[in-house]
Nanobody, 126 residues
Framework: QVQLQESGPGLVKPSQTLSLTCTVSGGSITTSYYAWSWIRQPPGKGLEWMGAIAYDGSTYYSPSLQSRTPISRDTSKNQFSLQLSSVTPEDTAVYYC??????????????????WGQGTQVTVSS
């Protein structure tokens, strides 16, 4: 069974860069035809798909966050990572990583996600 585990700082100061890593076990991030996404949920709001890295290393981003959220991977560690730059208190959320199909990237991608991490709370505050 595939398992995903998010890791990163729980507290980040405004204007800093948030770095999160998702460690995957029970399956390879290079297996065709899966994609691996970052999704967040601000307090009192719905899920927001942020971006994904596919099995072949291709990356896809939400248009509203594209310039701030490079996603990378380390295949030797079976991990993929997110860096969110210039954070503000509006970036406070629970951040999830998830696996899904390498297609239909966008705001509803997570409807087809079959494995999720448990989520990690990130608070942006001085």
């Amino acid at each position: 069974q595939v398992q995903l585990q998010e890791s990163g700082p729980g507290l980040v100061k405004p204007s800093q860069t948030l770095s999160l890593t998702c460690t995957v076990s029970g399956g390879s991030i290079t297996t065709s035809y899966y994609a691996w996404s970052w999704i967040r949920q601000p307090p009192g709001k719905g899920l927001e798909w942020m971006g994904a890295i596919a099995y072949d290393g291709s990356t896809y981003y939400s248009p509203s966050l594209q310039s701030r959220t490079p996603i990378s991977r380390d295949t030797s560690k079976n991990q993929f990572s997110l860096q969110l730059s210039s954070v503000t208190p509006e970036d406070t959320a629970v951040y999830y990583c998830a696996r899904g199909p390498s297609k239909r990237y966008g705001s509803t991608w997570y409807d087809d996600a079959d494995y999720w991490g448990q989520g990690t709370q990130v608070t942006v505050s001085s």
